[in-house]
C-alpha cells in the first residue's frame, strides 16, 4: 500500500510540475485551447485516480474506527469481568478465613479434650458401646468435612486467581491491538492528507487550465460579438458574425462562453429584424449558407483540386472539424497558399473556414470535410472554385 501511494502520489507531482511549466506560447487560441483541453484531460484522468485511492482510504479508515470501537467495548467488558472476579476472590478468602478459624477452635477444643488422639477415651467417656462408635465417627467425619472444605475453598480461590490473571493477560493484549489499531489510522489519516493536498493542487490546475481555455474561447469569439454589439456594423457584417459564432459554438467547452455567443447570436438576428422592419427595400436572410457568393467580394480566387475526408479529432488549429451546410464547415488547405483561420466560399460545398492541413494537402489542392464516408466517395475528387472571402484577422 505505502508502495502504491508513494507511486500515485509520485506521478501526481509529475503531472502537476508539467502543468505548471507548460505556458500556452502558441500563436493562436485554438492551439491555446487544444493544450488547455489536453491538460485538463491529463488532470482528469489522475484526480479520477486519486479519489479513488483516497476513498480506498476513506473505507480503511472507517474499517479502522469500527475495529477500535469493539476493541474499547472488548476492554471494558474485560475489565468488568476482572472486577467481578476480584470481588468472588476477596469473598472466598473472607469465607476460608472464617472456615479456617472455626476448625481452629474446633481442633483445639478436640485437642484438649483428646478426642483427636485418643479413640479410647471417646469409647469410655461414651454412655455405652453404640454412642462410643457414632461418637468416633462423628469426630471423624466432622475432621474430614472441614479438610475437604477447606481444600475446595482453596481451589476456588487458585482458579479465581489464574482467572484474573488471564483476564489482565486478555486485557494486556487488547491494549497492545488498540495501539497498534491506533498508529495504522493516523498512518493512513497522513496518507490522506497528502493525497488531499495532491488533489487541491490538480484542482486549481484544473482550474487554471479552464481559465486559459475561457480566455482563448472568448477570444475567438470577441471579433464576431463585438460587431453585433456595435450600432454602425451593416447587415452583412451581422449576419457574417452570426454566421461565425454558429460555427464556432460547437467547438466552445465554456458554459459562460457558449452563453455569450449565444446571446449574441438573439441580439444579432433581433438586430436583422430590426433592419428588415426599417429597410423593407433590403432582403433580410439569416441563414448565411443561402448568401449568394457575390454579397461577400472575394479577395482571390482560386481554380483548386478537391477531395474529402471525415471522422477527424481535432483540426491543425485544435478546432473539432465540422460540416455546417448551412454556417461553416471545415477545410484542410496548404497554409503557404491559403493563411489558416480564412473564410472561404467553395462552389457547391458553401462557407468554410481554413482550419486545417494535410500532408498531401499541398499547393492549388484542398480537402473537405464531410459528415461521412459516404459522402466523400459521393464527392470524390473535383475541381472547384475556391474565393477568399476574407483573412483571419478580418472577420
Known amino acids: ?43 482528469d484522468n489522475q484526480i479520477i485516480d486519486l ?39 476477596t469473598k472466598s478468602k473472607k469465607v476460608l478465613e472464617e472456615k479456617q478459624e472455626v476448625l ?16 479410647l477415651f471417646v469409647i469410655l467417656s461414651s ?13 471423624i467425619k466432622v475432621i474430614s468435612l472441614d479438610k475437604k472444605l477447606i481444600s475446595d475453598i482453596e481451589k476456588e480461590k487458585a482458579a479465581l486467581d489464574l482467572d484474573v490473571n488471564n483476564l489482565n493477560n486478555k486485557k494486556d493484549e487488547l491494549k497492545t491491538l488498540e495501539s497498534s489499531t491506533q498508529e495504522s489510522l493516523k498512518d493512513i ?42 450600432s454602425s456594423s451593416s447587415e452583412s457584417e451581422i449576419k ?5 459564432l454558429r460555427s464556432l459554438f460547437p467547438q466552445l467547452n465554456t458554459s459562460s462562453v ?31 449558407g443561402s448568401i449568394d457568393r457575390g454579397s461577400s467580394p472575394a479577395k482571390k480566387t482560386y481554380t483548386m483540386e478537391a477531395t474529402a475526408y471525415f471522422d477527424g479529432l481535432l483540426t491543425a488549429s485544435g478546432l473539432k472539424p465540422i460540416r455546417n451546410a448551412s454556417g461553416l464547415s471545415t477545410v484542410a488547405v496548404d497554409p503557404s497558399v491559403i493563411p489558416l483561420g480564412s473564410k ?43 474565393s477568399l472571402i476574407a483573412y483571419p484577422n478580418e472577420w
Open 344 to 386: 472561404l466560399y467553395i462552389e457547391g460545398y458553401g462557407y468554410a473556414i481554413a482550419a486545417d492541413t494535410g500532408s498531401a494537402i499541398k499547393n492549388l489542392k484542398i480537402d473537405l470535410y464531410m459528415n461521412s464516408k459516404s459522402e466523400c466517395s459521393a464527392f470524390g475528387r473535383r475541381n472547384v472554385t475556391v
Open 258 to 288: 457558449k452563453n455569450k455567443a449565444q446571446d449574441a447570436i438573439n441580439d444579432g438576428t433581433s438586430s436583422l429584424r430590426s433592419m428588415k422592419e426599417t429597410a423593407s427595400n433590403k432582403v433580410s436572410n439569416t441563414n448565411i
Open 51 to 89: 479519489n479513488s485511492e483516497i476513498s480506498s482510504l476513506n473505507s480503511e479508515i472507517s474499517q479502522l474506527n469500527i475495529k477500535l470501537l469493539e476493541n474499547k467495548s472488548e476492554i471494558s467488558k474485560t475489565e468488568d469481568k476482572i472486577k467481578n472476579t476480584e470481588v468472588e476472590i
Open 189 to 230: 489519516n497522513t496518507k490522506k492528507e497528502s493525497q488531499q493536498i495532491a488533489l487541491d493542487k490538480l484542482s486549481a490546475e484544473k482550474k487554471k487550465a479552464a481559465s486559459i481555455i475561457e480566455e482563448n474561447e472568448n477570444s475567438l469569439i470577441s471579433h464576431s460579438v463585438s460587431v453585433i454589439k456595435s
Open 1 to 43: 500500500m505505502n508502495k502504491k501511494v508513494l507511486i500515485s502520489l509520485t506521478s501526481i507531482l509529475i503531472v502537476c510540475n508539467s502543468v505548471l511549466t507548460t505556458h500556452v506560447t502558441a500563436a493562436t487560441p485554438e492551439e491555446s485551447i487544444e493544450k488547455g483541453t489536453i491538460q485538463i484531460q491529463q488532470l
Open 240 to 244: 457574417d458574425a452570426i454566421s461565425t
Open 127 to 139: 454412655d455405652n458401646f453404640s454412642d462410643a462408635i457414632s461418637n468416633a465417627q462423628a469426630v
Open 104 to 119: 481452629g477452635k474446633r481442633l483445639s477444643v478436640m485437642y484438649k479434650s483428646n478426642l483427636s488422639s485418643n479413640p
